[in-house]
């Protein structure tokens, strides 16, 4: 349970949600921050019940909503579309999803979780498993962590590793990473291990999917050989990468991640609305 009580610290503030594509945690943590500031939301949750359906562009869409809301929160499938809709507000936009290329405010909930529950972030080691090339979470995430002193292990199949963009930004920042496709050889020597699910919806062949969709399962006894405070992520929604044997074991803290995203998304609302005076 989240505290019950309600600032009025955005109380003359209106949130609008544009999602494009599907999403539980963001746009409900998004909302519910914004109610639990005071503030009020409006929005869409799907392309159809919107006139770009009627063929309407993104750039009229936005320069619509400004109007009638003070912050943007956009999901789009195609990635640059919350840049290019930045271009055309007058009021924030915030990036809730930009195709398989960023998830922005996951990435710092995500940095968030790690520091709440490692104390640190510095000198931890980190897996980032699964689809690395479609999920968004993974790529954010890592543009975070190049501000840090990690040991990064990308582990994928060879035909969702990490995009080059990313990996070649790390080594100008001189990141270290590793890259294996195989996770349970590394698993004793993790910190945190971040999973992602294999994007399906991102592929173009479907059978490309098939061939990879079970390659990391977790189960609970992959958990006695990690180290006692290891912990295991996961931007959620999950599939069938890790076992819900493994939910109420302490080193899983998927559900408390999501709890935590509606904190940040809080200080971020805040933040971006109110400036850095607000507490
Ligand atoms: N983690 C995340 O973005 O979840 P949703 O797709 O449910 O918003």
């Given at each position: 349970m989240v505290n019950n009580k309600y600032s009025k610290?955005?109380?003359?503030k209106i949130m609008a949600t544009l999602f494009f594509e599907p999403s539980t945690r963001t746009r409900l943590s998004f909302e519910s921050a914004m109610l639990r500031l005071g503030g009020k939301v409006i929005g869409f949750?799907?392309?159809?019940?919107?006139s770009v359906k009627k063929g309407e562009s993104i750039a009229d869409t936005v320069r619509t909503v400004e109007n009638y809301s003070d912050i943007i929160v956009i999901r789009h499938p195609l990635e640059g579309v919350a840049r290019m809709a930045a271009k055309f507000s007058s009021i924030p936009i915030i990036n809730g999803g930009s195709g398989s290329a960023e998830h922005p405010t996951q990435a710092l909930l995500d940095l968030f979780t790690i520091k709440e529950e490692c104390?640190?972030?510095?000198g931890l080691n980190i897996g980032l498993c699964g689809?690395?090339?479609?999920?968004r979470t993974v790529h954010s995430l890592a543009y975070l962590f190049s501000n840090y002193n990690i040991n990064l292990y990308f582990i994928s199949p060879a035909s969702l590793k990490m995009r080059f963009r990313i990996t070649d930004w790390l080594r100008d920042k001189k990141m270290k990473f590793k890259e294996t496709e195989k996770f349970k050889e590394i698993l004793p020597i993790l910190d945190i291990l971040y999973m992602t699910r294999i994007?399906?919806?991102?592929?173009?062949?479907?059978e490309e999917y098939e061939k990879v969709k079970d390659v990391y399962i977790l189960t609970e006894k992959d958990l006695d050989n990690t180290k006692e405070n290891f912990r295991l992520m996961h931007?959620?929604?999950?599939?069938?990468?890790?076992?819900?044997?493994?939910?109420?074991?302490?080193?899983?803290v998927y559900f408390k991640q999501m709890k935590y995203g509606l904190y940040l998304r809080m200080a971020l609302l805040a933040l971006i609305l109110k400036g850095n005076n607000f507490v």
């Open positions: 610290l955005l109380d003359n949750q799907t392309r159809d019940v919107s104390g640190t972030i510095d689809d690395l090339k479609y999920g994007q399906e919806e991102r592929f173009l062949e479907p931007p959620l929604p999950r599939v069938g990468e890790i076992s819900p044997d493994i939910d109420k074991s302490p080193k899983a």
